[in-house]
């Protein structure tokens, strides 16, 4: 008998799943995908866009390309998900499933602090090119790069804007002129990779002369008098905030009563199974508790290698005789510092007592390793 898919989402994770059931399954099983977007693009370009070296059309790809590979593509924003009757609704359409995949993502708020509405950010295409106009004319002063609270998409992406920011105004020949500060909730930069990563990232802001400032809580923006407060009880005045916006589950999801405690989809850590039946969830849209007592970083290589277990746990329950396969807990991400050296942090996060992550000196060969993920992304995917 013939079985309905539907994924919800066509970020990474949901994308590398369409591609990888459409190769296991026969074309008598219906794959849908379905998406707001009608174009997607991967994360780590966004800062490229904010610097001027890409365009949005450079890194984007239209999602119903996907058509021709007998995957049904919808651009539609998912307005229901009925867990007891296994439909989905979106738009004015009504569709039955037989296994879903929510790879939904990770919504950005700034109204979740006063004030932060008034920032610049990066975290998307079309607000990292407003970012770029805005870099463009920037004469000197303060900026102030502020991570609202964590968890956050790809860690090491607010110590890399600072450090290509850096870049940036040295080649405009103003940097003397411009005063670039991270301010961070958390104790160092990508604490999930532990002290010795945290270390070499302070490390390199250092070099480049990008302040750090850590355990700094951000309460309130004061845009009028360009100021900050903390709610450790400083302040600080900046010319230019660049914020990494509040994250947060999709509404769609909250109303599904998918969400756990953390604010997250809660899943099985090795299978990805959510606790309804036939129902599967990866990447930002998910938490999953490590064996410290942190959470698995949310990063599109996580998504990926995700989307390769789901998809043979539905493949092989549809068509039997194959072994279970699990989520390892392995990643890893790049850390870019100049426009053509990047240093890979590559980790396991499940290992006991904590995850063992190494980061590497940055490098021409940490760079190609980031141009590759970034080149198998664009073209397997579509």
Not at 91 to 119: F, K, M
Request: charged content about 20%; some cysteine; proline content about 6%.
């Amino acid at each position: 008998m013939s079985k309905q898919i539907l994924i919800l989402g066509a970020g990474p994770g949901g994308l590398a799943t369409a591609n990888l059931l459409r190769k296991k399954l026969p074309n008598e099983h219906k794959i849908f995908l379905i998406d707001k977007k009608q174009k997607q693009s991967l994360g780590l370009t966004y800062i490229q866009v904010m610097l001027g070296w890409s365009k949005p059309q450079d890194v984007c790809r239209d999602l119903n390309s996907v058509n021709r590979k007998n995957i049904i593509f919808f651009n539609s924003e998912i307005k229901k998900i009925d867990l007891a009757n296994q439909k989905v609704s979106f738009d004015s359409q009504e569709l039955s499933y037989d296994y879903l995949v929510v790879s939904l993502g990770a919504n950005l708020s700034l109204e979740e602090i006063p004030g932060l509405s008034t920032s610049h950010y990066f975290y998307d295409l079309e607000p990292a090119e407003r970012l770029h106009s805005v870099l463009k004319n920037f004469k000197g002063g303060k900026i102030a790069l502020t991570i609202a609270r964590p968890p956050y998409k790809c860690p090491a992406a607010p110590y890399e804007a600072g450090l290509l920011l850096d870049w940036y105004f040295t080649q405009k020949k103003i940097r003397r002129k411009v005063d670039i500060k991270i301010f961070t909730p958390e104790p160092q930069p990508m604490p999930t990779g532990g002290p010795a990563v945290g270390e070499k990232i302070k490390q390199f802001l250092l070099e480049r002369n990008v302040g750090f400032n850590p355990n700094f809580r951000l309460t309130q923006v004061d845009s009028g008098n360009h100021k900050l407060f903390f709610e450790n009880g400083a302040t600080t005045e900046y010319d230019l905030l660049i914020s990494i916006p509040v994250h947060k589950a999709p509404e769609v999801v909250k109303q599904a009563n998918l969400i756990s405690e953390t604010g997250w989809i809660a899943v099985d850590k090795y299978n990805l199974k959510t606790n309804y039946p036939n129902v599967y969830a990866i990447g930002d849209v998910t938490s999953i508790k490590l064996p410290n007592g942190a959470f698995l970083p949310k990063a599109a290589v996580f998504a990926l290698n995700q989307a390769e277990v789901v998809a043979h746990q539905i493949s092989s329950e549809i068509l039997g005789g194959k072994k279970p396969q699990q989520f390892n807990g392995k990643g890893y991400c790049y850390l870019q510092t100049e426009p053509k050296k990047s240093a890979a942090a590559i980790g396991n996060f499940y290992t006991q007592p904590t995850p063992q992550v190494k980061l590497k000196k940055s490098s021409s060969a940490g760079f190609r390793g980031k141009l590759k993920f970034e080149r198998d992304f664009y073209q397997k995917l579509f």
